[in-house]
Structure formats: C-alpha cells, structure tokens
C-alpha cells in the first residue's frame, strides 16, 4: 500500500513569517495552525510559567477583539479552536469552514499584531489565578499529578531549561507584572518566530493574500535571544529513587530515561519499542504483569520527544491490591532491560509498525493534524518536508535498531524511579487494623 504523501508550498513574507499552504478539497473544511517558536525553554530563572500565561492571555482580547470573542466568533462560524504550550513552542489552531478561512486568519494576525494594547492588570490577575487553578487541578491535587514535575527535575539538571515544567513557578507568576509579561510577548510573539499552516479546502492565491494583508505589517523582532548549549551527557550516570506519599489510590511505580533528542532517528527505534512493551493488550509488559502474573492494574509505556539536548522516555506500572511493589518494580526493569539484550520477534516488530502506522496514518487524514505536523516540522527543524518522511523512517527501523537503542536508554544508571505510595492504607485495611487494635484493647 503506498504510503500517502501532503503536497505543500512554502515561503516567508518580508517579516520573517513561515507561511505553508496545503490543498487539500476532500471537505469544505480548512485547518489555521500557527506555532510560535517559544515555550518553557525560553523561559529564564525568577520568570517561569510565561509562556504557557500567555497561551491563556492570548485568548483576552487584542486591538479589535473583545475578552474571550475569539473563541466566541470562531465557535458562532461552526468552527474550533485551542492553544497549547509545551517545552519546544507554544501553538494556536483553529478548524473552520473554509469560507471562514479569512476571518481565521485575521483573528490570528490580530492578536499577534495589537495584544498588548488589551493587556491590562486586570486581565493579567484574572489569567494567572486561572493558571494557578489549572496547576492545583492538574499537579498539585490530582493523583500522581506531580510525577512529570518530579521526573523532569531528576533527568535534568536545575541549570538546563527542561528542569522546570511549562505550569511554571506559582511564585515567579505571583511576582509578573504587566510590564514583564509585554516584554516576555514583544521578544518571542513576533512574525519572524511564527510559522502558519493552512490546510485543507483552500484557495493558495487567496490565502496567501490574505495572509500578506494581515500578517504582512507586523513588524518583525531582529533581536530575538538565542538559546544557548543544551547539550547534556547521554546517560545520568546514576540511578536516582524517590518515594511520595500522596493521596492516591493504589501504589504506582514511574520511570523515567534520558533519551535521544527528537528528531534523532534513534528516537524512532524506541518509539517502536515502546509499543512492542506497552502498546495494547498484545505488549510484553501487558501480557506479563497485568494478565500472566496479575501483579499490576494497568501499564504505560511512551516517549516525550525534546529538540534540546535529550527526550523522555516514560512509563509507569499501577500495583494491584496486596502485591509486593518492589515486586512489581522488579518486572517492569526486567521487561525494559531484556529488550536491549534479546532482539525483538519478527511478530511483534511487524505488530509494532502496523500500531504505528495505522496512528500515523490515522493522524495525516485529519487536516488539523496535518497543519499542526507541518508547522511543528518547520519549526524544529526547518523542514516541514519530514511530514512525508517520518513514517517510512518508522517502518525502515530493524528489531538491532530497536535492541541497540533500548540497550543505551534502558539501564539502571540512566533511570529515574518515583514510587508513589497512598499516604492512607486502603479502607479495607484500615478496618482490619482497626478491629484488630480494638481487640488488642479488650484483651
């Protein structure tokens, strides 16, 4: 089956801005993708949490549009529409139907053209509270909320830019003033650090036109600051535990790797081997530790690819009730290990590249995807060309590809082990305890 293939053009305005356009008429619908080349990473010490604030911030109103009508005038044309933040970049997209492309467009080019002159005290207060909810409802009160948080700290040290999350430092966001976050917007939010995928049901003449129009007088920002050496040893050179009692319901075991730097072919090997031990009931650490051994609720296994310096590779085991945990650790890095020693079965190799190509594949018949894809190429790695390649690259790597990756990764002194513990024993144990100690009493 020939694998497909997104045809695209590709150019740069006067201001620096990327602009890709991909013909796509199959629906009337089209895709706005824009990515701006800025996330956690770009962030400095006593100033953390900037970029994804001003994932939120962006939603506030520019020159021409009002608190949160962005969202209402993308909704009120039948359209969808988010942000998010993440280490490498920040992004924004919406899908809409395409005779609403130029009202996409312009909303975009607006609040990158004129948000600061809508951003005011009052709704720099009201998104950070909102943020420092998001971060009580997503790491601080969640069960094992914390467990990327803490893994990040340990794979990389206080001084490299992927120590700290994107949620950022509720103190260095209590310490922002507007003053601090127009900076943060002037240096980073400009055209020349910008690139835009439009994708779908499109005109390439009228979108390009429209674009020229309202992206074109943007001023760009010659002085963006370069980021400097993030390059880090390929191991940690030790084995790194920590232990937290938390209010969760059962026991979990997390590790985590340095892994190679996305992009890195490499990377793909242990995508693959990622699936061959954890993707689906059919996965080695599945059949083993959940339905042979039934020591284990549930398995994860995965990879969080960074462009600087080394990935993640992650996963966790959930201890079923009255099983050892030390137990249930043990299997999980024996699984990891045997993966670098023994070469994968041709059965599960082929497996492996049908999970993956089937999501690939899955992903690039969604016109969103493909823009978001598009820009995410060209904006890492100044080629949006790697759309068309990535999953031949996938399909191309070798059970000795995987084994020799997952040798170098999945070692014990290359590992990071959180072991969550319920700061409560289980209500049925407290009850035993309790009628036990009652007896004790009478006795």
């Known amino acids: ?10 150019e740069r305005l006067p201001n620096g801005l990327r602009l890709v356009i991909a013909e796509d008429h199959l629906a009337p619908v089209v895709a706005v993708n824009i ?8 962030e400095v010490e006593g100033k953390t949490g900037f970029a994804h604030l001003f994932e939120h911030v962006m939603f506030q109103g520019s020159a021409n549009v009002g608190k949160a009508e962005h969202i209402a005038l993308v909704q009120a044309a039948g359209g969808t529409m988010n942000g998010t933040t993440w280490l490498d970049r920040t992004n924004y997209f919406e899908t809409v139907p395409s005779h609403q492309l130029e009202l996409a467009l312009w909303l975009e080019a607006d609040r990158m053209g004129t948000l600061l002159e809508a951003l005011s005290q ?10 420092k909810n998001e971060k009580r409802w997503s790491y601080d009160n969640r069960p094992y909320g914390s467990w990327n948080e803490k893994l990040q700290a340990h794979l990389f040290p206080p001084e490299h830019p992927y120590h700290h999350t994107t949620i950022g430092s509720m103190e260095d966001l209590d310490a922002a003033s507007v003053e601090d976050v127009s900076e943060f917007f002037r240096t980073y939010y400009a055209p020349n650090n910008a690139v835009i995928s439009v994708v779908g049901d499109v005109d390439p003449a009228a979108a390009r036109e429209w ?12 002085s963006i600051p370069p980021l400097g050496d993030l390059s880090l040893p390929p191991i940690l050179g030790e084995e790194r535990r920590e ?21 890195d072919t490499r990377l793909d090997g242990l995508d693959i081997a990622a699936q061959v031990l954890a993707g689906g009931k059919g996965s080695r650490l599945h059949r083993r530790l959940v339905r042979d051994e039934r020591i284990a609720q549930d398995v994860a296994l995965f990879t969080l690819g960074f462009i600087g310096g080394a990935s993640v590779a992650a ?5 079923r009730p009255g099983v050892d945990v030390g137990r249930v650790e043990a299997a ?54 790697l759309i068309n390649r990535m999953l031949p690259r996938y399909l191309a790597v070798t059970a000795d590809d995987i084994r020799s990756v997952a040798s170098s990764v999945f070692r014990p002194d290359n590992r990071v082990v959180l072991t969550y513990l319920p700061e409560m024993p ?12 009652k007896a004790e009493a009478a006795a």
């Open 35 to 42: 990515w701006y080349n800025v996330g956690s990473k770009h």
């Open 243 to 263: 232990t937290v009692m938390d209010k969760v319901p059962l026991p979990r075991v997390y590790v985590g790797y340095r892994a190679p730097s996305f992009g």
């Open 426 to 437: 289980p209500a049925d144990s407290a009850v035993v305890d309790a009628a036990a100690d």
């Open 315 to 319: 996963g966790w085991a959930t201890v």
């Open 1 to 10: 089956m020939p694998i497909p293939t997104v045809s695209f053009t590709d």
């Open 211 to 222: 674009v020229e129009r309202y992206f074109g007088g943007i001023p760009a920002n010659p």
């Open 332 to 385: 999980l890095h024996e699984e990891l290990e045997r993966i670098g020693r023994e070469p994968i079965t041709d059965d599960e190799l082929e497996r492996a590249r049908a999970l993956i190509e089937s999501d690939e594949l899955g992903a690039l018949g969604r016109v969103e995807e493909r823009a978001d894809r598009l820009s995410m190429y060209a904006t890492l790695f100044d080629d949006p060309g």
């Open 122 to 131: 009052e709704n720099l207060d009201n998104q950070r509270e909102v943020v």
